[in-house]
């Protein structure tokens, strides 16, 4: 059973999906404002969060944002009728892991909420061991990330991201891979999400590098109508080597 916030100011649909998601063995904890989420955030720790991105009395995304500093292990999931593409970037920059276009099926809500907290449960199969690239430190086990010593702080889709990468250094790994293995092999959402989070990530460890004064680092290279490769340190010229764990 996950604990669950729901976030939803219209009544017909919080009920609905309070019951659909009650139904199915959650404890769900629904609130209509911006006000109430902050007091519930601050109470009661969540597996999973529900959010309306339109509050009565704020700002979904302003919310979204609290609720990933309050509690970064927490799966977000927007609930937004906001279909520009900009809007739902905005959102998942917030800190949110996936999002929901209204109107949407109860049957389509579930999968999706079934697929991430089974995605989160198994975080544990990423191959534990620390990796050293160049001057990037990925230690699996403690789900952290170093360059040159300084932590970069990764959202849980981030991190995961970054290890799968990580496990084919210099391959090329397929969009659909990547969905199947970071978020779930029966997903059916956008892929919007992952391009996402694949941005957040690259700026991420950018900004390490150019702070820490490094460009002995991994980069990350799209590859346009296929998906995305983990490219070694330009310093780096065995690859397997690369992959090689190093001693804690």
Request: with cysteine.
């Given at each position: 059973?996950a604990?669950v916030?729901?976030?939803e100011d219209d009544a017909?649909i919080?009920?609905?999906?309070?019951?659909?998601?009650?139904a199915?063995g959650?404890?769900v904890?629904?609130?209509?404002?911006?006000?109430q989420a902050?007091?519930?955030v601050?109470?009661t720790?969540f597996?999973?969060?529900l959010?309306?991105l339109s509050?009565?009395d704020?700002?979904?995304?302003?919310?979204?944002?609290?609720?990933?500093?309050?509690?970064?292990?927490?799966i977000?999931?927007?609930?937004?009728a906001?279909?520009?593409?900009?809007?739902v970037?905005?959102?998942?920059?917030?800190?949110?892991?996936?999002?929901?276009?209204k109107p949407?099926g109860?049957t389509?809500l579930?999968?999706?909420?079934r697929?991430?907290?089974?995605?989160?449960?198994s975080?544990?199969a990423?191959?534990?061991s620390p990796?050293?690239?160049?001057?990037?430190?990925l230690d699996v086990?403690?789900r952290?990330v170093f360059?040159?010593?300084?932590?970069?702080?990764l959202r849980a889709k981030?991190?995961e991201?970054l290890?799968?990468l990580?496990?084919?250094?210099?391959?090329?790994v397929?969009r659909e891979?990547?969905?199947?293995?970071?978020w779930?092999?029966?997903?059916?959402?956008?892929?919007?999400?992952?391009?996402?989070?694949i941005?957040a990530?690259?700026?991420?460890?950018?900004?390490?590098g150019?702070a820490?004064g490094?460009?002995?680092?991994p980069?990350?290279t799209?590859?346009?109508g296929h998906g995305?490769?983990?490219?070694?340190?330009?310093?780096?010229v065995?690859v397997?080597?690369a992959?090689?764990?190093v001693s804690?």
């Open positions: 059973m604990a916030l729901l976030v017909q919080g009920r609905s999906v309070h019951a659909a998601l009650s199915n959650h404890d904890a629904w609130v209509q404002r911006a006000a902050r007091e519930a601050a109470q720790r597996d999973l969060a959010l309306d509050l009565p704020g700002d979904g995304v302003d919310v979204c944002r609290e609720l990933r500093l309050a509690q970064p292990s927490s977000i999931v927007m609930l937004t906001r279909r520009a593409e900009m809007d970037v905005v959102g998942l920059e917030a800190g949110a892991d996936d999002y929901l276009t949407f109860l389509e579930l999968a999706r909420v697929a991430h907290l089974r995605r989160n449960e975080r544990g990423l191959e534990p990796l050293q690239f160049g001057d990037l430190h086990d403690a952290r360059v040159r010593g300084a932590e970069v702080q981030e991190f991201l290890a799968r990580a496990r084919d250094l210099g391959r090329a397929s891979r990547l969905m199947y293995d970071v779930d092999e029966n997903w059916f959402g956008s892929t919007k999400t992952l391009d996402v989070h941005a990530l690259r700026r991420k460890l950018q900004e390490a150019e820490g490094t460009r002995d680092l980069v990350l799209t590859l346009r995305y490769r983990l490219d070694p340190p330009s310093g780096s065995d397997d080597q992959r090689e764990p804690p």
